[in-house]
């Protein structure tokens, strides 16, 4: 990102798990100042200010009141709990910051219109921290992906005691509905859901299924009591189908083989017998399989840099506040019709 020799400024408020690599990457870009960090515990927020030469803060009051020479941050990341992501973005959003708003945008959908109207009357930049958006996995996916069928999303964790304060709905599985909602690109016309709580006060595993305009059909397992992690997404399609692998950032197409498409191979006269190893034939014979070339690199930081290019150039965000909004809609449907077990 080239903007000349004026930096951009910028802030972190919340530098906890999530904040504190906001801080860093900011720290870390080119052509960018991290000027401010703040966080309500005090000793955390001095910790990563004098990491990243940044001053720190312990109120988003104190830094709009006393601003690093005197001049506020031109955009600001919110990596706080999401009870305060309104009331916080939006005083950011007064005093003319850009902000970048960790997912979910926030606790309700009226917050959410506020903050998207909000900052659209002020001409003000507010993106939305699903980060998977920026996963190199479904960035190398993104171009075999055209006539979606079916789609079977699975995001599955170990608890992690954090975002205790929403459900699992919100904590996990916003980000699949996000890529889904934008893969599809359709009305959704139906959905319905199963439900369960385990340890904390809201829904901790969830399956939903979604049904579009066109046809389409999404299941989504989202869960954060599982004994091992997985983030993965296979999109069905008239001649294909694309799988993702989120966490170990793969992706592979699986189409028909020429022989089997052109009729060269009839199923009906396969002799089981007479193939030897059933696997080596369906992938040697039947299916092509296709590993994409997926980059190396970090997917927050990919995120941050497009937040920072739509301050720059005025163009809206990559994942803009109003996907957000979006996603926590479809969120609350099914939060609507789930039968909680």
Known sequence: MDRGVEPIRTAVVGVGHLGRNHA?????????????????????????????????????????????????PAAVSLAVPTEHHHALARRLLSA?????????????????????????????????????????????????????????????????FRSQDISVMLDLMVHDIDIILHLVRQSVVSVSALGARVLSPHVDVANARIEFE???????????????????????????????????R????????????????????????????????????LIDVVDLEVAEAEPLAFEIESFLESVITGVEPVVPGRHGLRAMRVIARIAETMRVL
């Open 24 to 72: 860093r990457i900011y720290h870390e870009m080119q052509h960018v100042r991290l000027v401010a960090v703040v966080d309500t515990d005090e000793a955390r927020a001095r910790e990563v200010a004098a990491r990243c030469d940044a001053r720190p803060y312990a109120d988003i009051e104190a830094l709009l009141a006393d601003p690093p020479d005197g001049c506020l």
């Open 96 to 160: 003319g910051c850009h902000v970048l708003v960790e997912k979910p945008l926030a606790r309700s959908i009226g917050e959410a219109e506020d903050l998207v109207r909000f900052a659209g009357e002020e001409g003000l930049r507010l993106a939305v921290g699903h980060v998977e958006r920026f996963n190199p996995a479904l960035l190398a996916a993104l171009p075999h992906i055209r006539d979606v069928k079916y789609i079977e999303s699975r995001r599955v964790a170990p608890f992690s």
């Open 214 to 248: 066109n046809g389409a059909v999404a299941d989504i397992t989202a869960s954060r009591v599982s004994a091992k992690a997985e983030r993965s997404l296979r999109v069905f399609q008239g001649d294909s189908y694309v799988s993702l692998d989120y966490l170990n």
């Open 250 to 285: 793969r992706a592979a197409v699986y189409r028909k083989s020429e022989k089997l498409a052109s009729g060269a191979i009839d199923l009906a006269k396969v002799d089981l017998a007479a193939i030897g190893d059933p696997r080596a034939f369906l992938f040697g014979e």
